[in-house]
Every structure is written in C-alpha cells, then in structure tokens.
C-alpha cells in the first residue's frame, strides 16, 4: 500500500493539471474525424469530442440540440453509443493509468485496460453503424461545429496547481480508506484460512469452467464497490493465488453481473433527466445491451484461449 498509493497520487495529479489547462484537447483531433464519418450533425460531433472531458456536458449539448429540433432522437441515441470510446479515454487518465495500473501491475493492468477500451472502441463502432444506417438521408450543417467548442480553461497555472491538488486530495480521500480497509480484511481472511472455505464452495462452478474460485470472490467484491475488488485482484495476483487470466476474468464478470445495477443507478437517471424518460429509456437500454454483448463475448474468449 505504502508503494500503491504514492503513484496513485502523483498520476491523478499529473491528469488533472493536465485536463485544468487544457492538454487533453489534443485527442480532439483523433475523435473529430471519426465523428465526421458517422454521419452526424455537427452538434453531435461536438458533443462526442466534449464527452473526452466530460459526459455530462456532452450529453447536455445533445438535450439542447434535441429541444432546439437540430438532432432527431434516433441521433441521439447513435451518438451516446458513439461516445463510449470518448469517454473511457477520459477515464483512462484519471482512473485507469493512474489508479488501475499501480494496483493490477503494469502487465495485467495494461491488458485489462486495453480490453476495456477495446470494448469502448467496439461500441463506437457499433454506434457509426446506427448512425449511418438510421441517418443516411439527414442533412448536416458543418459550420455549427467550431462556434461553441471553446470551453473554459484555467489560464493560470498557478491556480491550476491548486485545484489539481484538491481533486487529487478529493479522490485519494475515497480511494486511500477502501484500500486500507480492503487489505486489512484480506490479510485477516488469509489468517483464518477464510479464501480456502470460499474456494471449497465454488470449487465446482469454477472446475468446469477452468478457473480459480478466486474468481467468483474477485467479481462479488467488484459487484460491491469496484475499488475493492481491483485492490482484492491485485493483492491476490501479488501473493500468487491467481492467474493474471483469472483476474481478468474475474473483473470483466463482475461488470457483467453489476452492469443492470450500475446502469439504473447512474445512467438512468441522468439519461432520462436531459432526454426524457422515453428516449433516455431507450438510450440506456441500447447502451447496455451493446456493453453486455460485448464483455460477454470478451469474457469467452479469454475462456477459450
């Protein structure tokens, strides 16, 4: 942990003073483009871009543009489906490479990191083909799209140093108790031979399909809280007691098996409170489905090979 932690807080530092004045713009030249090839309204392609630094704020560049009538809703669906991959990039600075990689390892962290944003990139994919199949006969207005996107940046770098500091401090507060907490109880449930009882009972499921039942107990904490179950994989790959495969695994079953609860608790909501219910309905079920396919289908190959 000693080790962990230091890292964990230098890279969500490094992101954050990176986002606050204003480097992060750079990928906006890797999204415009496939942006432009789905077929979409300036306005969406903007909200795409925007959705590199913050959903919420594309998603609500999406509402205006529905309620002024410049984007169908079936555009609107399409679009948030594009943005999948938008969005875990910005994740990727400040949750993955900062926070996952120190915890899984470089090895393992990078390979589940890799999966994820491969799903995220399947997805954007998936959401070109709606786009292109649903709005081939929709008419574009490209000089919408450079007016609005000059969002505020911090200037001063001083005060960027300063608010860095704080939304490291903010995340390293949630982060630092779930991490002491966790490896306080595993090193407790090593003592008590706890993993060996857990292990007997899934024992079974886990043989057919090849697997550590360490498994089962990774997903089921990830289920929990998902800093828990990335420290409990990360310790458990530490002490040998399963596979970088297993962890793998285990992880992506647990966004599995959580995905119905996670998607009704923070997707739902804010979905139907920019689009309505009906639209914001269907625009979370489309997203679901596609992520579950998809990490279903990842989770089998890594069975198989």
């Not at 400040?94 to 491969?118: D, E, K, M, N």
Request: aromatic share 8%.
């Amino acid at each position: 942990m000693a080790r962990i932690v230091p890292v964990i807080a230098i890279g969500l530092f490094v992101t954050s003073f990176a986002v606050n004045i204003g480097l992060m713009r750079k990928f906006d030249r890797l999204i415009k483009p496939l942006s432009s090839k789905a077929n979409i309204s300036p306005i969406s392609a903007l909200s795409v871009v925007t959705c590199t630094f913050s959903t919420t704020t594309g998603y609500s560049m999406l509402s205006d543009g529905l309620n002024e009538k410049m984007i169908s809703e079936r555009e609107v669906i399409a679009t948030t489906v594009i943005s999948s991959f938008p969005s875990i990039l910005s994740h990727f600075f400040t949750f993955f490479i900062p926070v996952v990689i120190p915890i899984l390892g470089l090895t393992t962290g990078a390979i589940y990191v890799c999966l994820v944003g491969f799903a995220g990139f399947l997805k954007t994919c998936f959401g070109i083909l709606l786009a292109r199949l649903w709005l081939k006969d929709e008419k574009n207005f490209p000089s919408l799209l450079s007016a609005t996107h000059d969002n505020t940046l911090i200037e001063d770098k001083r005060h960027a140093l300063n608010i860095s500091a704080k939304s490291t401090y903010k995340m390293l507060k949630r982060i630092v108790p779930t991490m002491f907490i966790t490896l306080f109880l595993v090193a407790v449930a090593m003592e008590l031979n706890l993993f060996d009882s857990f292990s007997t009972i899934f024992e079974p499921l886990t043989n057919i399909l090849g697997l550590e039942s360490e498994v089962v107990l990774i997903s089921a904490t990830e289920i929990v809280n998902t800093y828990s179950g990335l420290i409990l994989a990360g310790s458990l790959l530490d002490k040998g007691l399963i596979t970088r495969k297993g962890v793998l695994i285990a992880l992506l079953l647990g966004t599995v098996v959580s995905f119905s609860t996670r998607f009704v608790k923070h997707s739902l909501p804010l979905h139907v409170s920019l689009f309505g219910s009906k639209l914001g309905s269907r625009t979370v079920a489309v997203n679901a489905a596609a992520t579950l396919v998809i990490h279903v289908s990842s989770i089998i190959v890594l069975l198989v090979i």
